[in-house]
């Protein structure tokens, strides 16, 4: 009953007050995993751009957008993909989200392209103020899927995910992700991880 108290305040609080930006919360307190499940409750009903305006970068249609994905960005996510308001996230669920992000910072990317096989060599790094880093795992989507501009360019996009190594970046820094495509064409994602939690 108590937490079911605790939650509904932090909702109303988020309501009045609008969390402010932070540096990205790598390790969430209790208190940061409630604001979480909080910012998923309360948007819901939120369409994916609204809801992760904090965490992309769009460059538009046929250029690409890139999501950074906090462990805060995480939980909110799953909060807000609960089916029922009866049924809450348990500390299983919390668990098993932050697991994929232990230790990684991630970035899923939607990229453009005129072959259906492109993105699988795609390569990507973060470059940082005094570093370049390389990723630590990249997942890539096997076969794209057609655009609406199909067969014209661009004629399929696919998503890609690229993890790195959190402890490697400073997490009140501007980073840049840097997309290559196999012909050596560049997308470039700028994120203010001062400004997002």
């Known amino acids: ?9 932090t909702i109303f609080l988020l309501m009045l007050f609008p969390l402010p930006s932070a540096a990205v919360w790598v390790d969430l307190t209790e208190e940061q995993i409630n604001l979480a499940i909080a910012y998923g409750q309360t948007n819901k009903e939120a369409d994916y751009l609204t809801f992760f305006k904090e965490w ?11 999501r950074v994905v906090t462990p805060f960005s995480k939980i909110a996510f799953e909060a807000k993909n609960i089916p029922f308001e009866s049924v809450k996230i348990t500390k299983d669920d919390i668990n098993r989200a932050l697991e994929e992000l232990k230790d990684r910072l991630a970035f899923g990317v939607s990229l453009y392209g005129d072959d259906l096989y492109f993105a699988k060599d795609c390569r990507a790094v973060l470059t940082c103020p005094n570093q370049t880093i390389k990723p630590v795992e990249q997942r890539h989507t096997g076969v794209a ?3 609406k501009s199909w067969p014209q360019s661009p004629a399929y996009r ?8 959190l402890h490697r970046i400073d997490p009140n820094e501007t980073v840049t992700l840097v997309v290559t495509y196999p012909k050596g064409k560049k997308v470039e994602f700028k994120f203010d ?4 939690k």
Request: include cysteine.
């Open 145 to 147: 899927e057609s655009t």
């Open 193 to 196: 991880l001062s400004k997002i």
């Open 56 to 66: 992309r970068v769009d460059l538009g249609y046929g250029k690409g957008a890139a």
């Open 158 to 165: 696919a998503i890609c995910y690229y993890y790195f190594d």
């Open 1 to 9: 009953m108590g937490k079911i108290i605790s939650i509904s305040l």
